[in-house]
């Protein structure tokens, strides 16, 4: 399994770097962190991706506060569902994470205690609600309601991966919107923002009542992407579904106005598809298909085939969220890939790795995004 990551400023545990990386250890970096660098063939001077904007200059003793390690209120704690990525953040913003005890009783039951103090702090807790699911969003509850009751100024749930995302809407009858009902848990359990990474719908951010800063991994795949070589004429960028068009098409902008070709699907059932048909031509070509998570696999694969199918020369697979599930890691290690290309948002363990495998780290963009939020500073100018 491939790992790359941005620099980490201290001896943690972590992906290791990618050459072609332009996330960096924060006191070294700026805006210039998600700026990728250039794809193309070595007989081309083209360049797959749009040319970067220069970046805006920093305010000095903005710069200086961040070189000493500024944020006295800042504190960062882990819960137990990724701490990897807790670790990496922190090593990114130059802190420890603060001290918290977890532990299961013999029931299952959750308990909490914050080791430090946290009065009139701003507290951001990392906690993806990956699987198992319901244990890590009781979790998350409960680290909340701790920081609530320790009389912390503001209280931030970051989600890298936000579980029961799918449920946002009412397909039949008598269904639950789940998202909904986990969003007003996670507001009245006491958060004051949430810190979202690539929601499955950008209608879940109106499920909650407090503000929502939506992050992407879009510039952290294409960041890495910008390493192959790769003439931008042989690109094309493929959504495995119609719902996926807008996320695929924003992709395919980032890739100097990449070619779109859509993969039309039935679904018959949760985890069920069946692919019809193909939009769009792919004969000769670098397939690159974008989705916001990757299940169980199955719709993705199966696009996989219907490419191949009509002609494409590798077919390369992109998502923000690996959950993995069973059988995913057949279905994506049986050849029908050429890369694999995921993030750390839900942990990797050892045992679901495999050659085409490459695991990168949003723990530098999580962590600017902190930062930014912190300081009382623009999100959505990361992504411009």
């Known amino acids: ?21 332009s996330l960096s250890h924060r006191p070294r970096r700026r805006r210039q962190m998600l700026t990728p660098v250039s794809m193309c063939c070595s007989s081309s001077s083209s360049s797959l991706l749009s040319p970067p904007s220069p970046p805006p200059p920093v305010p000095a003793a903005l710069a200086l506060a ?6 006295g209120r800042l504190r960062i704690f882990s819960g137990s569902a990724n701490p990897l990525l807790a670790q990496e953040i922190s090593c990114y913003l130059g802190m420890e994470l603060g001290k918290i005890k977890i532990k299961r009783f013999a029931d299952g039951e959750i308990y909490v205690q914050l080791q430090e103090s946290v009065r009139g702090c701003d ?69 004051h923002r949430v810190l979202a990474c ?54 395919a902008k980032k890739l100097s106005d990449a070619p779109l070709a859509i993969v039309d ?4 059932g949760h985890n069920q598809t069946e692919v019809v048909n193909l939009i769009g031509d792919v004969r000769g070509k670098v397939a690159i298909m974008v989705d916001d998570m990757i299940d169980t696999a199955g719709t993705i694969s199966k696009g996989a085939e219907l490419l191949h199918e009509e002609g494409a020369r590798a077919v390369y697979a992109c998502s923000t969220h690996a959950v ?35 695991v990168l780290s949003v723990a530098n963009l999580l962590g600017e995004t902190i930062w930014r939020v912190h300081d009382d500073c623009s999100v959505s100018s990361i992504f411009q």
Do not use: W
């Open 123 to 191: 507290v951001f807790l990392v906690q993806p609600t990956c699987p198992p699911a319901n244990e890590n969003l009781m979790e998350l509850l409960i680290m909340i309601d701790a920081c609530r009751r320790a009389s912390a100024k503001t209280i931030t749930a970051v989600i890298p991966y936000f579980g029961y995302a799918r449920a946002d809407r009412k397909m039949q009858g008598r269904e639950s919107i789940a998202a909904k009902l986990v969003a007003n848990l996670i507001t009245e359990a006491g958060a």
């Open 66 to 71: 961040r070189g000493n390690g500024g944020g």
């Open 265 to 268: 699907k039935r679904r018959h």
């Open 198 to 251: 690539d929601l499955h719908s950008g209608q879940s951010i109106g499920y909650f009542d407090i503000p929502v800063d939506h992050v992407y991994g879009q510039p952290v795949i294409l960041d890495y992407l910008a390493s192959k070589t790769i003439c931008p004429s042989d690109v094309v960028v493929v959504s495995p579904d119609v719902g996926g068009v807008a996320r695929a098409r924003a992709f």
């Open 1 to 21: 399994m491939a790992m790359a990551a941005g620099a980490c400023c201290c001896a943690c545990p972590s992906p290791s770097s990618s050459p072609s990386s």
């Open 324 to 358: 993995l599930s069973p059988p995913a890691l057949e279905r994506l290690s049986g050849g029908l890939f050429q890369e694999v290309i995921i993030t750390n948002t839900v942990p990797v363990v050892q045992h679901q790795s495999f050659p085409q495998l490459t």
